[in-house]
């Protein structure tokens, strides 16, 4: 019998639930982490979804962190660090601004470590309905835009010899009845927040921003044009193709 040595499968489903929402899915992540910044993500999570309950404080969170930090991760990271001790030769013994420089060196290196891992993108779990709820949501510029046109074409006198009442509903309703029905099932398969939603939240700073377009449809035509997205709550890299997991590029 084999046993399981992954320290996450010890956790209960709720704290891995309350951890994904951070974008930490692995124990290599969250050994990597400052737990400061555990909490602080964790914090922010609870502020965007008041109707979740959050078990994780900061005596859990330290107990989980050591059992996520397993040897060989520990190992991986002395022989990285060891990586960057420098040859001075003789000194008199006092080796204060060597250290500072392998300290720094550390930190940058863990930090990019950090990065790879935590932006390492993921595969949408319904690819199919993610780009039809970017395309409904791409047809928003034609309501958006006929609020500003039609005016200026009532001024002008130029208006097309089509009764108002009906160009409003082919300008404004017939548009927007796609989003209502495809955008609002589209989430984000890490923290299953509405990807196109016009609710207000504070969004990720990697969600993708136009001042012309906005959140939605720049989200939307990055997802049209790039096959890929940001969540614009966690700010996970999603791909809407390709292989199914994560992946890392160097």
Do not use: W
């Not at 209960?12 to 951890?19: C, D, I, T, V």
Request: glycine share 6%; net charge positive.
């Amino acid at each position: 019998m084999v046993m399981d040595t992954d320290p996450f499968t010890r956790l209960s489903e709720q704290e891995r639930a309350e951890l994904a929402l951070c974008g930490i899915t692995t124990a290599e992540q969250l050994a990597l982490l400052d737990i400061e910044k555990v909490l602080e993500d964790l914090e922010r999570a609870r502020a965007f979804f008041p109707e979740k309950t959050f078990s994780i404080n900061k005596a859990r969170l330290e107990s989980i962190h050591l059992l996520c930090t397993p040897a060989k991760v520990s190992e991986q990271l002395s022989g990285e660090k060891e990586l960057f001790i420098e040859n001075v030769g003789p000194t008199t013994g006092f080796r204060n601004g060597g250290r500072r420089n392998r300290q720094v060196k550390e930190q940058a290196l863990k930090s990019e470590h950090q990065r790879q891992i935590l932006h390492s993108p993921i595969r949408s779990n319904h690819p199919v309905l993610t780009f039809f709820g970017a395309l409904s949501t791409s047809l928003l510029i034609i309501p958006i835009l006929s609020v500003f046109v039609i005016p200026v074409l009532l001024m002008t006198g130029n208006l097309p010899a089509i009764p108002l009442p009906v160009l409003a509903v082919l300008c404004v309703v017939v548009p927007s009845l796609p989003y209502m029905v495809y955008a609002r099932l589209v989430t984000c398969p890490v923290c299953h927040i509405r990807v196109f939603t016009f609710s207000h939240y504070v969004r990720n700073k990697f969600a993708h921003f136009s001042p012309l377009f906005g959140y939605n449809i720049s989200t939307a035509l990055h997802i049209i044009f790039c096959r890929s997205y940001n969540c614009p709550g966690c700010g996970t890299p999603v791909m809407i193709k390709g292989s199914k997991g994560r992946k890392i590029h160097h």
